[in-house]
């Protein structure tokens, strides 16, 4: 394999993620979707002032599959 | 004066001794001199603290083979088979990896962390062939340069797939 022409272009995570996708691509359709499931990585924040927190946000708002937004 | 010679050296002995004792390598405890072995992903530790006779691993740099007592290194990995041999004559069994690191610690341990590993058996070979096809098709395309990276990389981990498969 050509020596890490993606180096130019990402960081090792972005090669893994990538890398991850297509091996999850080439599965099974029974051993996809579970894995699909597994995959889905969500950051979620939430600001603190004066020792109470408040509303818990996703950084990318995640949305079901019908278009409707996930709560929590 | 020989008589305090003799006494002077006897008092240097235990330190000697210790000192012999903190330059050994510790190894890590398995019985019967195998590799202790630690395969993780992040849902699932397909072996803990195993012992092992052999593994292979894709390194960035070529494949490789670990035995027990190996040097220690880092190796970040290729989309690539690992092979776990258990016991010495047993066939080897495989997992395809997508990508992420195998540290060969000081002291007689593999750590290998994927992200993802599979049998060979839960892949097919038609989502292969598609996802190929897909990927050539974007790097032969006028696609900007970031696209065609990501494409190289698609097409890295289906021929290996590939090759894995065929074997």
């Known amino acids: 394999m050509s020596a890490a022409t993606w180096r130019e272009f990402m960081t090792w995570n972005k090669y893994t993620q990538i890398a991850s996708r297509a091996v999850r691509q080439a599965l099974t359709e029974t051993e996809r979707v579970g894995a699909e499931r597994r995959a889905q990585i969500g950051v979620r924040y939430q600001l603190w002032e004066n020792g109470q927190g408040g509303e818990s946000k996703f950084v990318i708002p995640q949305v079901e599959k019908s278009g409707k937004p996930k709560d929590t | ?167």
């Open chain 2, 1 to 167: 004066m020989s008589a305090f010679k003799i006494a002077s050296a006897l008092r240097t002995l235990p330190r000697q001794a210790a000192l012999a004792r903190s330059a050994r390598r510790g190894y890590a405890d398995v019985a019967d001199g195998k590799l202790s072995l630690s395969l993780v992903l992040p849902h699932q530790s397909l072996y803990s603290s195993t012992g092992v006779v052999q593994v292979n691993i894709p390194a960035a740099t070529g494949d490789m083979g670990v035995l027990a007592n190996h040097v220690a290194s880092i190796e970040p990995l290729r989309p690539g088979v690992v092979e776990v041999i258990e016991e010495n004559g047993q066939q080897a069994k495989k997992w395809f990896v997508s990508a992420g690191f195998a540290t060969v610690h000081g002291n007689n341990s593999l750590t290998i962390n994927a992200v993802e590993a599979y049998p060979l058996d839960k892949f097919s070979a038609e989502s292969v062939r598609a996802g190929l096809a897909d990927a050539n098709r974007v790097l032969s395309s006028s696609a900007p340069d970031v696209e065609k990276a990501e494409a190289r990389i698609e097409i890295e981990v289906f021929e290996g797939l590939q090759a894995a498969m065929a074997k």
